[in-house]
């Protein structure tokens, strides 16, 4: 676990051999983006929210600018999955707990 947490982090020089140590990298950016990506639609929830919505947020650079395109992208890579579906995976994985994460919005 320690391992996994340190290979999150460029910096660390921990380089991600593991699945857990890819997953976490893969996962964790996606998941901020997708929350802030959830939280500008009309219904604030993750419910209604599809991979074409995320992949067009991602093409806006003033959107969620701290967030390195490149990360998200590199992580679906590390997983061997195309983008769009890495991204409907996280989705669909924040869809199960979208009650305990406060993004079922009004849906």
Avoid: Q, W
């Amino acid at each position: 676990m320690r391992r996994a947490v340190l290979s999150h982090a460029d910096y660390s020089g921990v380089p991600r051999e593991t699945l857990l140590e890819k997953t976490l990298f893969a996962c964790d950016e996606m998941a901020g983006f997708v929350t802030a990506a959830t939280l500008v639609r009309p219904s604030k929830s993750v419910l209604d929210l599809e991979a074409s919505s995320v992949i067009k947020r991602m093409k806006d650079k003033a959107f969620a600018r701290g967030v390195k395109r490149e990360d998200l992208r590199a992580g679906a890579e590390l997983l061997g999955l195309p983008l769009d579906a890495h991204i409907s995976n996280v989705i669909a994985s924040m869809r199960g707990e979208a009650d305990a994460l406060g993004l079922r919005g009004s849906l």
